[in-house]
């Protein structure tokens, strides 16, 4: 009989698992002891997240993305599910090992017909547009396109006007408040208060009181070009000492200071408690260069121009609104003076983002007021 006989499966030699002993399973851990955060920084892969305990008390952690979420962006103002070391002692390291479902996302595009967007924040309930009455002048085109993004995104628009001392007529910076009179937008005018130093701006106190009042208990994101004034608010709101810089005297454009976006809370005061104050965060991002909007669908843009929007009605089927020998009715409508003074260059403004967006000709020049 041969010696292989009295062999059977127990003589069987198994070569070890190269990467361990331990069987490879498809069950992912649920992580029911993850603790929620939110992230306040993204810096070269490294997630600063705020915690607070049932206590009040707060723990800033520093974290990884988990490698499940690798191609996932994480961005300031989501609220992620952290599991590991979150001490928040010097030198720990947690782990992000899941984002929260979003109840809002701002987005943009490098240009109107760029299949790449940008996420800038997820999780605000107010977008806060900062332009500048003059130095550089105000893009009424960059603002048009950021009402489009909010309005698309659910979240709700304020435009803040600063340096509205360096005009003639400080109550209608640049003619903004009566350019987008027929809109349901708030406007907030700020300007440099009296007896400052130029160089170490301080802003009246009507403005930050009446920003205060609006973001309590909001999550805002601030988005403007550089040079605007957006981080000289941010400090005055929070606090905080975020850089400051002027404008380019040769390019008429600001200098960028800010390279990420950062969330913090505002700060107490004799009118907004410690409570309230935690609740209240302000998402300041860098100054942009050009806001695409290659994520909105054509359609939708109609939306964002509340003051043309009702004359629509009488539009041809399938009416592309770009001009009248296409059956569009807006023409008419802003003749018969219902879309106000400022009808005729909300109409161009808003077939200028249709035509570009549909990649039919170029984006047109941004139109500056007060220039």
Known sequence: MSRWA????????????????????????????????????VDRGRYTVHLEDADGSERVISAVRARALRRTPVVPGDIVGLVGDTSGDEGTLARLIRIEERST??????????????????????????????????????????????????????????????????????????????????????????????????????????????LCRRVTAMIGHSGVGKSTMVNALTGADRATSGVNAVTGRGRHTSSSAVALNLEPTASLDAADARDSWIIDTPGVRTFGLAHVAPDDVLGAFSDLVDGSVDCEPGCAHVSPEGGCAL????????????????????RGLISSMAGTEEAPAEKRLGA
Do not use: C, M
């Open 105 to 214: 996302l701002l987005r943009r595009s490098a240009e109107d017909t760029d299949d790449a967007e940008r996420v800038i924040v997820a999780n605000a309930d107010q977008l806060l547009i900062v332009v500048a009455a003059a130095d550089p002048a105000p893009r009424t085109g960059f603002i048009d396109r950021a009402l489009v993004a909010a309005y698309d995104a659910g979240i709700t628009p304020i435009l803040l006007v600063t340096k509205a001392d360096l005009v003639d007529e400080p109550a209608d910076p640049a003619g903004l408040l009566s350019h987008y009179a027929e809109l349901d937008l708030q406007v907030v005018i700020s300007q440099q208060a009296a007896g400052s130093v130029s160089g170490e701006p301080s802003l009246d106190a009507a403005a930050v009181t009446a920003l205060r009042t609006s």
């Open 6 to 41: 009295d062999w059977d499966e127990s003589h069987v030699r198994v070569r070890p698992n190269k990467k361990g002993s331990r069987p490879r399973t498809k069950e992912s851990p649920d992580y029911t002891d993850a603790e929620l955060g939110r992230v306040v920084t």
């Open 331 to 350: 023409d008419a409508w802003v003749e018969a003076g219902h879309a106000g003074e400022h009808g005729a260059a909300r109409l161009a403004s808003l």
